[in-house]
């Protein structure tokens, strides 16, 4: 059984999806999905907290420490990072960071914008 039953407009939106996420491994032949998802997640909130994030992604401490630190400038273990998100201390409460795009970031998104928009 075909989940697509002849239907040309669910086969050219499950299309565009395998796009994306080819283009994400351009950035990162080895991106997880999972750091893929979280980087469409800041673009969407950016100025959210780790916790807002993990929240609405439901998704465990480190697992988003882990995504986060591979999305920003330096990965974990001071190794590179992508470098397509910053953190900036929350005025509110230091404890917390706010995440944005950074310029790289920004450019990615649209690149993704004008390719699938």
């Known amino acids: 059984m075909n989940a697509f039953n002849d239907d040309d407009d669910k086969r ?6 395998f796009r994306l996420l080819n283009a994400f ?4 032949r080895d991106i997880p999905i999972s750091t893929a998802l979280v980087f469409c997640w800041v673009a969407l909130n ?12 439901d998704m465990p ?3 988003s420490s882990r995504n986060l630190a591979a ?11 992508l470098d397509l998100i910053e953190w900036v201390e929350n005025p509110e409460d230091r404890r917390a960071k706010l995440f944005f795009l950074s310029r790289k ?4 998104l649209e690149e993704l914008l004008v ?3």
């Open 12 to 17: 050219k939106n499950f299309r565009t999806i």
């Open 25 to 28: 491994r351009e950035v990162d």
């Open 46 to 57: 950016e100025g959210a907290t780790q916790v807002e994030m993990r929240n609405t992604l």
């Open 61 to 63: 401490s480190a697992t």
């Open 71 to 81: 999305l920003s400038k330096v990965h974990r273990l001071g190794k590179p990072g």
């Open 105 to 108: 970031g920004e450019a990615l």
């Open 115 to 117: 390719t699938f928009g």
